[in-house]
């Protein structure tokens, strides 16, 4: 079974600055993919970063890296230098190679930049 | 453009009238996933294609139906619909090489159930 948790509902940051948001996840498998995705409030899901569970490098894509913690099962996501349009809702998700058909989502964290 | 597209954006209608939610993906893409999408409870996966034929239960699959029978299409059937089935519903696809894949979103669906 997989599980993906996030625990910050909601999140404010200032414009410019740095912010992290959290993701833990439990699996069964031994090879796994970890994506985070934005939706903005006009309701599409668009994806930001992927890690593998073999990856030794945490990803990054721009603004946006991923804090990979294999043993305490985090992949929390960084986005640097914030801007106003990150204000977003963020999930974290996750696929298994055993099936990889199966797909899990957290709730979701809103993120809100202050000018 | 590679595109997911769903079919209608928006939808409102009565309890037991039977309804489908079509989806369209151009990409050539074997995986094809519906989800639907609730206030604080993030997105959870209804049912999942992996090719032509092959169809699998998510985490909801009670009360909806699916087909595959091109490996463009995954239209979403409710057969007799219920006020708790009132959502957001997002159709997704990838490939299937492994674990890498990200998944592509429509733009999702907008159902109301009264």
């Known amino acids: 079974a997989q599980k993906i948790t996030q625990t910050q509902p909601g999140m404010f940051v200032q414009e410019k600055e740095a912010v992290t948001l959290d993701c833990t996840y439990d699996?069964?498998?031994?090879?796994?993919?970890l994506f985070w995705y934005k939706q903005p409030s006009s309701g599409e899901m668009i994806f930001l970063i992927y890690?593998?569970?073999?990856?030794?490098q945490n990803a990054t894509e721009g603004r946006y890296s991923l804090n990979f913690q294999k043993a305490r099962k985090s992949a929390n996501l960084v986005i640097s230098a914030s801007q106003l349009g990150d204000s977003a809702m963020y999930f974290c998700a996750m696929r298994g190679t055993a099936n990889a058909g199966k797909s899990t989502f957290g709730d979701g964290t809103t993120l809100t930049v202050k000018p | 453009e590679a595109q997911v597209t769903q079919n209608p954006r928006y939808l409102i209608t009565v309890t037991g009238k039977k309804l489908t939610v079509t989806c369209s993906q151009n990409m050539n893409h074997e995986y094809m996933s519906w989800y639907r999408q609730d206030p604080g409870l993030g997105l959870r996966q209804i049912y999942y294609?992996?090719?032509?034929?092959?169809?699998d239960k998510g985490d909801v699959p009670e009360g909806y139906k699916v087909s595959r029978k091109e490996k463009r299409n995954f239209p979403l059937i409710l057969e007799s619909p219920s006020p708790n089935q009132t959502s957001l519903y997002f159709c997704a696809s990838s490939f299937l090489s492994g674990s890498t894949d990200t998944q592509y979103f429509g733009p999702g669906t907008r159902l109301t159930v009264l």
């Open positions: 699996t069964s498998d031994q090879s796994y993919g």
């Open positions: 294609s992996m090719n032509v034929e092959v169809t």
């Open positions: 890690q593998g569970s073999y990856d030794e």
